[in-house]
């Protein structure tokens, strides 16, 4: 499943969801690196 986690304040890194940590945050796996961030929530358009 692709996610969006955010990494600092201005920084979002989209990629495939490896695992969800117990603190709240996600790890997904881009060009065979492995990132952790706070995962974006989805916004909904009316």
Request: proline share 2%; hydrophobic share 45%.
């Amino acid at each position: 499943m692709l996610r969006t986690i955010a990494i600092g304040s201005c920084v979002s890194v989209q990629g495939l969801l490896v695992r969800q940590l117990s603190d709240g945050k996600i790890m997904i796996s881009v060009d065979g690196k492995t990132l952790v961030g706070q995962p974006v929530s989805a916004v909904k358009l009316s």
